[in-house]
């Protein structure tokens, strides 16, 4: 089987260098992986003739190792247009992500806009995230249990156009695991977004130090100007319905929700066309 792998957390990240352990098994590997932190890129791809960096890191029997500097979404096009062209690799695989990539953090998500392109180009596709943004995560508990989960996502895969995955762990050991749960996107929002810019939240928090994410810099702000960083809180929302992803993943759960590239509100369409919104001219 031939995997296409990527991320969000750029190619020296633990969690892909996790997940690539856990997916040796199942076949010849090719690493495609942002050079620098990616997060929050969606499906943006690098357009308007932008320069894009890309560097072959390794390879040997099975398994090559490529990063660029572009969006996860650009990682997955050029593996497919030019590492696996005129062929196509059999499934896409994006992650480990450093952070819950659950409700409505979802459609931000470069890790999920990876998975997203895959399936745009008719490949399946899984996304796999871990509910911290610890540089230092431990990925055990997945390492244990994700390959039970691929293995039975494989035998009963949808083929449907636009399908793909999003698997979200707990920050727990395995043992705390309560199970698993096949579930939706919950409904939540972010408040107090926009926080002062300060170098030392990433020291304080644990998540990565900015040269990771390819910022070297602290920006000289102009005359009026203020620096910025969004570094928010997520809220539920009061209607986010029980069985929600991100209430089931704080419970303990691992969490499985299948999402889909349409977007149409069936039940929207299905209204206007109730109120003769179809006309012939």
């Not at 352990?21 to 997060?39: C, F, N």
């Not at 960083?229 to 929700?257: C, F, R, W």
């Amino acid at each position: 089987m031939k995997i296409l792998i990527t991320n969000d957390d750029g190619y020296k990240a633990k969690g892909i260098h996790s997940l690539v352990e856990i997916l040796r098994p199942y076949g010849d590997l090719t690493v495609v992986a942002p050079k620098y932190h990616q997060s929050g890129m969606s499906m943006a791809v690098n357009l308007g003739y932008k320069p894009m960096a890309v560097k072959k890191l390794s390879e040997e029997p099975g398994e090559r190792w490529y990063y660029m500097d572009a969006t996860p979404s650009s990682c997955v096009k050029y593996g497919i247009d030019n590492i696996y062209f005129p062929e196509k690799p059999d499934i896409v695989f994006s992650g480990i992500n450093h952070g819950l990539n659950a409700a409505m953090c979802s459609p931000y998500s470069g890790t999920m806009g990876a998975a997203k392109e895959a399936a745009l180009g008719r490949i399946p596709s899984i996304a796999v995230s871990l509910d911290t943004f610890r540089k230092d995560a431990d990925f055990g508990a997945i390492e244990k249990i994700l390959p039970s989960i691929i293995n039975r996502l494989m035998d009963n895969m949808a083929r449907r156009f636009g399908m793909f995955y999003n698997i979200n762990f707990p920050d727990i050991p395995a043992e705390e695991i309560k199970g698993i749960r096949v579930c939706h996107l919950g409904r939540m929002h972010w408040e107090r977004e926009f926080m002062p810019f300060d170098p030392g939240f990433f020291e304080k928090t644990g998540v990565r130090p900015l040269e990771d994410m390819g910022v070297t810099w602290m920006p000289e702000p102009e005359p009026g100007e203020e620096v910025f960083a969004m570094v928010g809180d997520m809220v539920n929302d009061h209607d986010t319905p029980a069985d929600s992803d991100q209430l089931l993943l704080k419970e303990g759960y691992i969490t499985i929700t299948p999402e889909n590239l349409d977007d149409t509100d069936i039940a929207e369409k299905d209204r206007l066309r109730s109120l003769c919104f179809d006309i012939d001219f």
